[in-house]
């Protein structure tokens, strides 16, 4: 029976990584946990002011010996034992270099205080340069090799983070093997994988960021990449010409990580794909739902059924690629760079004095003062939700550009910066705050209004991810300022359990993965709808930030 039988999503976010154990009968989440990245939290191998941001590999790898292990204690032994499949999802484009037996060169002593050799994160965005001359270089040849990525190439994609890396360090560059995203190396790792050309490349990184296409045979040829800069010569006979749907095996669990996690032998590793797009099955997304994971940044996946889209291509999306998400369905992606990030860096704003003053001042001693600044960092964002839901929109006032982390959709570009307009000495924080969220709001419909400019019908909005379950003013907002209604997902751990939901499958548990996502999925809580009154105030504020926006990419040209 199902019901007796458990399977293991691991999620691998910006910050940290989570693992639930799952029922695969019945969706129950039966244990979870999470490990904060210790090298990430200290700040090491990043600089913000110059958009680096790396991780190392061990985070991960402690991570996910970590959790699974709590995840198993709770959980029991009669647990364990029964534990069918792993499947893990994380953030991308994160690829690293790695050598000739798969290991990525940070975990090599030579290199293991070197940024240059472990993961890019997805919100590195030091290969701008290197995207552009991308978009550039692509205009010459008689193939449009970017037309499966919207046409415009990322700074946060696989080939500009490779040739970044790649010209800024040469000792990286001779040791390197292959390039592999992390989605695709945590499998090869559980599955004890030695030698780099036995990765596994899953359809979903491949596709999306990394401009492989069936209708390429692969990847574009060698002659697109060596014109492009000799240091990428040959790069391609690198990297398997196959990949796979989530939905298929990786492999079976190694007996090293079997012996170290405490459950069998044949437990199958699934193939890892990008955490949106598994928290959209875990979210159980539906044909043109946009599901809109909302987090440090947001990733809207929406699918529809291949017969019904075909020749469809959607300009300045993320991609558009059979079988990423839904096997037997077109995925496509889209988003936003900073959402949560934007309310974060306005809080860090505000904090400053706090943080930076209260402990110096000589008014208090430490304990009161460190006191008084953990209480109003834990109080200052749901003060801000609530103030700023108490004003009424009004046709005037401050327009926000969420840019802070430029724009990855529609039109990726990662020069673009945010702004305020219109302030005025009776601006306060409140003001500015509900201006941002606005904008972040007037962000997420420039994507749907360009799904439905190019054919691609956008019928409802599913909200997943930590805002959408704890934020209702902004929700409110995103369904006023779109115009219809958006649903939130119960779980709070929509991309753990689209991962468990692809484990179950990929173990033969579930011939489907929509089956599985009938038979786990936990529904939806909540519902917001429109409000008539406010549905025309915003679209002329929309109005407004369409024009201030094009003002200010007009700047950055």
Not at 252 to 274: C, H, N, R, T
Not at 466 to 474: D, Q
Request: glycine content about 10%; aromatic content about 10%; some cysteine.
């Amino acid at each position: 029976m199902i019901s007796n039988k458990y399977v293991i999503g691991v999620d691998y976010g910006t910050d940290s990584v989570r693992s639930v154990i799952v029922n695969a009968g019945t969706g129950e989440e039966v244990a979870a946990s999470v490990f904060y990245y210790p090298r990430w939290k200290a700040g090491l191998y990043c600089n913000a002011a110059e958009n680096q941001f790396r991780q190392h590999p061990l985070d991960y790898v402690e991570g996910l010996e970590s959790t699974i292990k709590e995840c198993l204690k709770k959980a029991g032994a009669d647990v364990a034992a029964n534990v069918k499949a792993i499947s893990i999802d994380t953030t991308g484009s994160t690829p690293v270099a790695v050598n000739a037996e798969g290991t990525p060169l940070a975990l090599l002593p030579e290199f293991a205080e070197n940024p240059n050799a472990m993961f890019v994160l997805w919100k590195d965005h030091t290969a701008v340069k290197e995207a552009a001359e991308i978009n550039q270089h692509a205009t010459k040849f008689d193939v449009n090799y970017l037309k499966f990525v919207g046409g415009i190439y990322s700074s946060e994609w696989f080939w500009s983070k490779l040739l970044r890396i790649f010209r800024a360090d040469a000792s990286v560059r001779n040791a390197t093997a292959s390039w592999v995203e992390h989605c695709d190396w945590i499998p090869f790792l559980l599955t004890g994988g030695k030698n780099v050309k036995d990765i596994k490349r899953g359809v979903c990184s491949a596709g999306h960021k990394s401009l492989w296409s069936e209708e390429f045979n692969g990847f574009p040829p060698d002659e697109f990449f060596s014109s492009l800069d000799p240091l990428l010569t040959g790069f391609t006979a690198k990297l398997p010409s196959d990949t796979y749907t989530a939905s298929e095996q990786a492999g079976v669990i190694s007996e090293e990580w079997a012996l170290k996690l405490g459950i069998p032998s044949d437990v199958v590793i699934g193939i890892g794909a990008f955490d949106a797009h598994m928290g959209a099955v875990g979210g159980q997304i539906e044909p043109y739902y946009l599901s809109k994971v909302m987090g440090t940044s947001t990733c809207d996946m929406l699918v529809a059924p291949s017969a019904e889209v075909a020749g469809t291509l959607v300009g300045g999306i993320c991609g558009q690629v059979n079988g990423s998400i839904i096997p037997g369905m077109i995925g496509m992606e889209a988003g936003q760079s900073a959402f949560g990030d934007a309310y974060a860096w306005f809080k860090n704003v505000l904090l400053w004095p706090v943080k930076n003053m209260i402990g110096s001042s000589g008014v208090v001693d430490n304990d009161i003062a460190d006191a008084l600044i953990a209480d109003i960092e834990s109080r200052i964002m749901r003060e801000l939700n609530d103030k700023a839901a108490a004003i009424e929109p009004e046709a005037d006032g401050e327009i926000a550009i969420e840019w802070l982390n430029g724009r990855r959709t529609p039109d990726a570009n990662q020069m673009l910066k945010g702004a305020f307009i219109g302030l005025d000495l009776g601006t306060d924080a409140i003001k500015m705050y509900r201006s941002l969220v606005e904008a972040t709001c007037f962000g997420a419909k420039k994507i749907v209004d360009r799904f439905i400019e190019q054919g691609i019908p956008v019928k409802g909005l599913i909200g997943l991810g930590g805002v959408a379950k704890k934020s209702p003013f902004i929700m409110q907002m995103m369904s006023d300022v779109m115009n219809m209604p958006i649903r939130i997902h119960k779980s709070e751990q929509t991309c753990a359990i689209g991962a468990a939901m692809f484990a179950a499958t990929a173990a033969g548990l579930y011939d489907r993965v929509e089956d599985a996502m009938d038979a786990m999925g936990q529904g939806f809580d909540a519902e917001y709808h429109p409000n008539p009154d406010r549905v025309a105030v915003y679209a002329d504020r929309y109005a407004s930030y369409s024009k201030a926006s094009a003002e200010i990419e007009a700047l950055y040209k």
